[in-house]
């Protein structure tokens, strides 16, 4: 078996250890690290998000997988550091002000890294201007809210209003989501996109951005 479809294969059964070694190995052999990202460790993270999204799979399979790109990410990065690759789009993710549920934004968190970007997660409980401050200072493209609660939900609007007494409202791709989120509240609060899931949430994402810098 290829290399390249091994290190897809071992982080798809969340084996780090496994992925960790093939990386170093496919690196050693001279391999080029975009390919290993790209082929390797990036088609694997997609599988998985395709088959959490249809429901093969769940949260504790997504999170070993999502270990084992991280053991590989870890020996792949310095390398892309040095041939400059650059990521897809910046984004920046956090659980809105009075919300302590994380579970549901590292996953989406992690599907975005999978998908090529460059990920700032500012945490839970997080305030409209520290993730404002947070894109402004990491040339975000895209903000990323995650909400549980319905008391909390409404907090991702003073997001989309403090861009806008800002004046930076259009700088930002803004996306929402969380169990109690929905499409017509997005639109309600002025933001760019709902997602129900964290694979769908890096698709659209990954899209979003491209059109964004077309
Ligand atoms: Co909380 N909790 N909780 N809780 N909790 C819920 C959400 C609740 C529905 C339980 C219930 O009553 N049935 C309820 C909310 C009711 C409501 O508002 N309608 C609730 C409550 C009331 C509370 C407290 C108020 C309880 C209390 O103290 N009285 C309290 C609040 C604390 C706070 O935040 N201030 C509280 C506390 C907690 C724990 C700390 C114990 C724990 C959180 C641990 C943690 O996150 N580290 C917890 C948990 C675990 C849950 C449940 C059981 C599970 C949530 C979860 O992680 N789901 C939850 C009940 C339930 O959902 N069945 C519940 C798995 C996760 C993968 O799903 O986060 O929905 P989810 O993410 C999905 C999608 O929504 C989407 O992608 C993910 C999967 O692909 N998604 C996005 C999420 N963010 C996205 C962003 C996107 C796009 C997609 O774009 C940016």
């Known amino acids: 078996m290829a290399l390249i479809q091994e290190i897809s294969e071992f982080?798809?059964?969340?084996?780090?250890?496994?992925?960790?070694?093939?990386?170093?190995?496919?690196?050693?052999?001279?391999?080029d690290p975009k390919v290993i990202l790209n082929e390797g460790l990036l088609d694997g993270m997609m599988i998985i998000g395709g088959k959490f999204k249809r429901n093969e799979i769940?949260?504790?399979?997504?999170?070993?997988?999502?270990?084992?790109?991280?053991?590989g990410l870890n020996i792949l990065e310095p390398k892309l550091i040095e041939i400059g690759n650059e990521p897809i789009g910046r984004a920046v993710i956090g659980t809105v002000k009075g919300d302590l549920h994380d579970i549901g934004k590292n996953l989406v968190?992690?599907?975005?890294?999978?998908?090529?970007?460059?990920?700032?997660?500012?945490?839970?409980?997080?305030?409209?201007?520290?993730?404002?401050?947070?894109a402004e200072e990491e040339g975000a493209d895209i903000i990323c809210m995650s909400a549980l609660l319905?008391?909390?939900?409404?907090?991702?609007?003073?997001?989309?209003?403090?861009?806008?007494?800002?004046?930076?409202?259009?700088?930002y791709i803004v996306m929402v989501g969380g169990a109690p989120?929905?499409?017509?509240?997005?639109?309600?609060?002025?933001?760019?996109?709902?997602?129900?899931?964290?694979?769908?949430?890096?698709?659209?994402?990954?899209?979003?951005v491209e059109k964004k810098t077309v």
């Open 109 to 134: 968190a992690m599907m975005l890294k999978g998908a090529g970007f460059e990920v700032y997660d500012v945490g839970v409980d997080v305030t409209p201007e520290a993730f404002i401050e947070k």
């Open 58 to 71: 769940f949260v504790p399979e997504v999170l070993v997988a999502a270990r084992a790109l991280n053991a």
């Open 150 to 171: 319905t008391t909390t939900m409404v907090n991702m609007e003073g997001v989309v209003n403090e861009l806008k007494n800002r004046n930076i409202r259009d700088k």
């Open 181 to 208: 989120v929905n499409e017509s509240f997005a639109q309600q609060i002025g933001a760019d996109y709902y997602t129900p899931d964290a694979a769908t949430a890096a698709e659209v994402a990954r899209v979003a």
């Open 11 to 31: 982080l798809q059964k969340g084996r780090a250890k496994n992925v960790k070694t093939l990386v170093q190995q496919a690196l050693d052999e001279g391999m």
